[in-house]
């Protein structure tokens, strides 16, 4: 089945530092990708997504690439913002007739002042 | 704005006392999922409707059923909540099982 790893949290920055969240994944065929952000006690949102190898997506200066041959999907962002704070999911689609959504445990983010 | 809206944000129940949960959506998607996610877990999929096909996940509890009356609505019932059914449940839909999903802000589920 598919599976994700992701870089384990707690993940503690200053405002303006840069930010990377490992994420690899195993899965079925050829997945599309994608990062959804958590905000405390709110549901997931949609980040970014890319829907095949050597894709980048983007979305609020966070990019993240997606590499077939590394099989990863790592995050990144330039310059964090305090409002970033949130857990972070990598997630792959895949499957094969019945589709999939694998989230990854969640790496949560704090960004201090 | 085109949304999945999930009544009500916070519900508290009884041990053993049903309990629905509604979830609504504007984006007329054909297919809506049911997550639930515990305290700093990821969400695990219960089950999901591709139009009116209920597909259920192998290991979602009997105790959880759900109904898709319409394309827009569509509810989750829990039978008999134990105080482990207490989290987070999460909405979401996709225009087909292979597209990006739309997840709604989430119903907090307390049994007391």
């Known amino acids: 089945g598919n599976s994700v790893t992701q870089m384990e949290g707690p993940v503690t920055l200053s405002e303006e530092a840069f930010l990377t969240i490992n994420c690899t994944y195993t899965?079925?065929?050829?997945?599309?990708l994608f990062w959804y952000v958590q905000y405390p006690g709110e549901g997931l949102q949609l980040l970014l997504k890319?829907?095949?190898?050597?894709d980048k997506g983007s979305n609020k200066g966070f990019e993240a690439t997606y590499r077939k041959e590394t099989t990863s999907f790592h995050l990144e962002k330039g310059s964090v913002q305090v409002s970033d704070s949130a857990v972070y999911f990598c997630?792959?689609?895949?499957?094969?007739?019945?589709?999939?959504?694998?989230f990854g445990k969640g790496t949560k983010l704090s960004v201090i002042p | 704005d085109a949304m999945v809206i999930q009544n009500p944000r916070y519900q508290v129940t009884q041990f053993g006392k049903p309990v629905t949960l509604s979830c609504s959506q504007t984006?007329?998607?054909?297919?809506m999922y049911w997550y639930q996610q515990k305290s700093s877990q990821a969400p695990k999929l219960l089950f999901h409707?591709?139009?009116?096909?209920?597909?259920n996940e192998a290991d979602t509890p009997d105790n959880f059923q759900s109904r898709r009356p319409n394309t827009s609505f569509c509810f989750l019932d829990i039978r008999s909540p134990g105080l482990g059914d207490a989290a987070m449940y999460l909405c979401?839909?996709?225009?087909?099982?292979?597209?990006?999903?739309?997840f709604g802000p989430g119903t907090r589920l307390t049994v007391t």
């Open positions: 997630a792959p689609l895949s499957g094969a007739g019945s589709y999939q959504l694998t």
């Open positions: 984006l007329n998607h054909n297919v």
């Open positions: 890319a829907t095949k190898a050597d």
């Open positions: 409707y591709y139009d009116k096909d209920f597909n």
């Open positions: 979401a839909t996709s225009r087909g099982s292979s597209y990006e999903q739309y």
């Open positions: 899965a079925t065929g050829y997945p599309s």
